[in-house]
């Protein structure tokens, strides 16, 4: 399995930003998929989850409304689109693959190295 992230970098406060993972490795469209994220001296946080299908997204309340998961199956790629970013939206940036189909928080087994997010005007 290798997920690698793309697509971090500098934006200004409101500012938007789309971040990519690429799958391969195992078959991307049998199973959900996640974002999380985490800050210098915080742990680890859920951002983002889609179901397999595409079909079922769940979001941490901090990002609602302002970030929007989806992913490609043919394209075996997964997107997190940022909008109307904060400076406390600066992080490193993980997807990860789930253990199911089902879009949830937990359980999740691989993970990406990450790509850098930070919000600076």
């Known amino acids: 399995v290798q997920l690698v992230e793309s697509g971090g970098g500098l934006a200004q406060p409101g500012g938007s930003l789309r971040l990519s993972c690429a799958a391969s490795?195992?078959?991307?469209?049998?199973?959900?998929m996640g974002w999380f994220r985490q800050a210098p001296g915080k742990e680890r946080e859920f951002v983002a989850t889609?179901?397999?299908?595409?079909?079922?997204?769940y979001y941490a309340d901090s990002v609602k409304g302002r970030f929007t998961i989806s992913r490609d199956n043919a394209k075996n790629t997964l997107y997190l689109q940022m909008n109307s970013l904060k400076p406390e939206d600066t992080a490193l940036y993980y997807c990860?693959?789930?253990?199911?189909?089902?879009?949830?928080?937990?359980?999740?087994?691989?993970w990406g190295q990450g790509t850098q997010v930070t919000i600076s005007s």
């Open positions: 490795g195992f078959t991307f469209s049998s199973y959900a």
């Open positions: 990860a693959t789930n253990r199911g189909r089902l879009a949830t928080m937990i359980n999740y087994d691989y």
């Open positions: 889609i179901s397999a299908s595409g079909g079922t997204t």
